[in-house]
């Protein structure tokens, strides 16, 4: 689909994950990563991260996605897990009151450790458990009919997202709904000037100023080195 | 999901130091069941790196006993609007050694593909602090030649001096080879600067670059160990690219390490609790049984954690200065390719100091410069860690090293130091140890380079864990994990 031969800037963004344990974080990532979804998933071990491109019309964003590891278990997640994100997936598990407060906790946690303009999306996840056309295409009106499992209302989380400048959706791994289009919004609303190929002052908190620092371990392989290569 | 209680625990490693957190990377593909615990609520134990938030309450822990191997810790701020910037903008490390390029940590990292979560920096020169014998005049840093290029290159020394220099450099680099073994031997335990001086007739000035190469803390490192040391230094060189024998790991040296070897444990199944203690052990029952300070009462087979506290006093004085500057003439690279080195290192030699009381310093105090390349201080701003070891006066030899530093480095004004933390480091004679299912890791060195005797009692702790099932080849050697690598490294 290239327009016209000359290839589109490429760029890498970490992005973590975050939330409280078994509101779906994984199950996102790997319904946005694979296309799959596992019914029962055991709780996370096994990634370190995974990567997945997003095709935008001007760019390519390559999210390198880091999953928790099981260590929002016990709080003991590690400095270097968020700091120098470019962007952070906090997720809560609509059917879950207490999963919303632990995501606004985290939220304010990512306000004061990570890179400033960092882009987070608040997202409420396990739409498919509720009565709204999970799969359709609206976002309905939250409510409390007969078998629907939905607890936070979309009013109440997309305004606390409005107000501290969050992007918002409510999702379904296990359908598919909403997924790409968090990561695509996400990618959109990177700016510009903390993406890894940005230079100079300011840039500096985000991880783009290192490459010439950087001593690679290993040999003339640097897949760092490659950024902008023609493929 | 499964409570800890319900668990039989292969393992329970207690601590996040550098020496546990490399044997939970070490377990992290084993299928052992691993519950991996800090009382602290950071990670990396005496490596840590902190925010200067996290400095108060470390101090506050200090002054109260709970951190054994540190005591004497205080902090000083200037008064005012001073251009220190917000607490979690610094990342000041307990532990700023740095890694020779040969050192296995390096490899393990590499084998084990823990290093692609690491940045590693390059460390720059080596320079000596040189007083001026006319107060009025300012004092120097004179660049030490390590490499021959160097050593062709320098103006600062006599061609005398740079004869003896390369032939001892080209001595060094064979130096296990007869017939050079037969030079060195009988003096392998007298100091190295008596052998520099009877086989090389190097003067005093000579003597003090080759010593600040080895980092000796007190100056008198012998002879084997000596050139041990300077051949690691030497065949370091060159070998991640031009012009560094050394790296440094970004955002707080071994403490990342600590945190992405903890990461990986996780990513292999382990469960982490940071904030959670032992609070009593039972070691007389087969499988041990633990309580918790969370409360929670657990079974495990195997114990890892510190060694009882076995400390004697000799030590370390450290002084963390943060200063208002970026001290940019102290990170040129010299090579061309190089890239940019992010940590510099200054020795002042003994007898080049002194007190208010006239004393002259007895050992030599290392100053590691730290660019904010590092991610430890915003830019346009460094951090020194200057250490010596513990004698009286050290503080206060410390504080003049500081001063005499900025004087020599200042330009048209002399760097602000906006904030400053003192602290002395007990060093400690214990050895790493298994006694029954407990494995007790020796606390720290103190030595101001990665020292690869550390790397052994992780092995040792990773064969006592895996007991019949450790498969030598195996140690630390990994495959990536799914989805870790760069799919533009496949297709290109």
């Not at chain 1, 995501?103 to 996840?125: C, D, F, M, T, Y």
Request: aromatic content about 8%; glycine content about 8%.
């Amino acid at each position: 689909m290239a327009d016209s031969g000359a290839p589109k800037p490429s760029s890498s963004v970490k992005l973590v994950l975050l939330g409280e344990a078994a509101v779906g974080k994984s199950s996102l990532v790997l319904r946005f990563v694979n296309n799959d979804f596992q019914e029962n998933k055991e709780p996370t071990i096994g990634a370190a991260f995974l990567t997945q491109k997003c095709n935008l019309p001007t760019r390519t964003i390559k999210f390198e996605i880091w999953d928790t590891a099981g260590q929002e278990r016990f709080a003991s997640l590690a400095p270097m897990y968020y700091r120098n994100a470019q962007a952070a997936l906090v997720v809560y598990d609509l059917t879950k009151p207490t999963s919303l407060i632990k995501a606004k906790h985290w939220v304010a946690e990512l306000q004061r450790q990570a890179s400033p303009g960092i882009v987070i999306a608040l997202v409420g996840n396990k739409l498919d458990l509720t009565n709204d056309a999970a799969g359709g295409d609206g976002e309905g009106a939250g409510g409390d009919g007969e078998g629907d499992a939905r607890k936070v209302t979309t009013e109440e989380a997309k305004s606390y997202a409005e107000e501290e400048g969050l992007l918002f959706f409510e999702t379904s791994a296990k359908t598919g709904y909403n997924v790409t289009e968090v990561f695509t919004a996400i990618a959109n609303a990177i700016p510009e000037t903390s993406l890894k190929t940005a230079r100079g002052p300011g840039a500096s908190s985000a991880a783009a100023r290192t490459e010439e620092q950087r001593v690679n371990l290993n040999g003339p392989r640097d897949p760092n080195a490659k950024e902008g290569c023609a493929c | 999901m499964e409570s800890l209680a319900d668990t039989l625990w292969d393992v329970v490693i207690c601590g996040t130091g550098l020496q546990q957190s490399l044997l939970a990377l070490a377990l992290s593909r084993s299928d052992k069941k691993v519950l991996h615990i800090d009382p602290n609520d950071f990670y990396g134990g005496a490596e840590a790196a902190f925010s200067l938030q996290e400095v108060e309450s470390w101090v506050e822990k200090v002054e109260t006993g709970k951190e054994g191997l540190f005591r004497a810790a205080s902090v000083e701020k200037l008064e005012g609007d001073t251009g220190l910037s917000f607490p979690r903008a610094y990342s000041l490390a307990l532990a700023p050694q740095l890694i020779h390029a040969r050192s296995a940590l390096l490899s393990q990292l590499v084998s084990s593909r823990a290093y692609r979560q690491v940045e590693f920096l390059a460390v720059g020169s080596f320079s000596i602090f040189k007083p001026s014998p006319d107060p009025s005049q300012h004092s120097a840093l004179v660049r030490i030649p390590s490499t021959r290029e160097d050593v062709f290159s320098t103006t600062a020394i006599s061609a005398k001096a740079k004869r003896g220099l390369m032939k001892f450099l080209k001595f060094v680099l064979d130096y296990e080879s007869n017939p050079q073994t037969d030079t060195w031997h009988p003096h392998a335990d007298a100091p190295l600067t008596e052998f520099l001086l009877k086989e090389f007739k190097m003067d005093k000035e000579l003597q003090t670059y080759i010593i600040t190469l080895t980092l000796s803390l007190d100056g008198k490192i012998n002879t084997r160990d000596g050139l041990a040391v300077i051949r690691r230094h030497l065949s370091s060189m060159g070998m991640y690219g031009p012009g560094f024998a050394a790296l440094y790991p970004k955002w707080g040296g071994l403490s990342e390490i600590a945190q992405v070897s903890c990461r990986a444990g996780a990513v292999g199944g382990a469960v982490y609790m940071l904030g959670t203690g032992v609070k009593t052990m039972n070691d007389q029952e087969n499988p041990v049984v633990i309580e918790l300070t969370s409360g929670d009462t657990i079974k495990t087979r195997k114990v890892v954690r510190a060694s009882e506290n076995a400390t004697d006093n000799t030590g370390i004085n450290r002084l963390v200065a943060i200063v208002g500057s970026p001290l940019k003439s102290l990170f040129d690279s010299t090579v061309e390719g190089a890239p940019t080195p992010a940590v510099a290192i200054v020795a002042f030699p003994a007898g080049s100091l002194s007190t208010a009381a006239g004393e002259a310093s007895q050992s030599p105090v290392y100053l590691s410069v730290h660019s904010s390349d590092t991610g430890e201080c915003p830019a346009n701003q460094s951090v020194l860690y200057f250490t010596t070891v513990s004698e009286p006066g050290s503080q206060e030899l410390l504080r003049r090293a500081l001063d005499s530093f900025l004087a020599a480095v200042a330009g048209d004004t002399v760097p602000q130091c906006l904030y400053k933390l003192e602290y002395q480091q007990r060093q400690c004679s214990a050895r790493s140890q298994a006694s029954g299912s407990i494995f007790g890791f020796a606390p720290p060195t103190s030595s101001l380079a990665f020292d690869d005797s550390t790397l052994q009692s992780v092995h040792d702790a990773w064969k006592m864990v895996l007991d019949d099932e450790s498969v030598e080849e195996d140690y630390l050697t990994f495959a990536d994990r799914e989805g870790a690598m760069d799919d533009d490294e496949i297709y290109d």
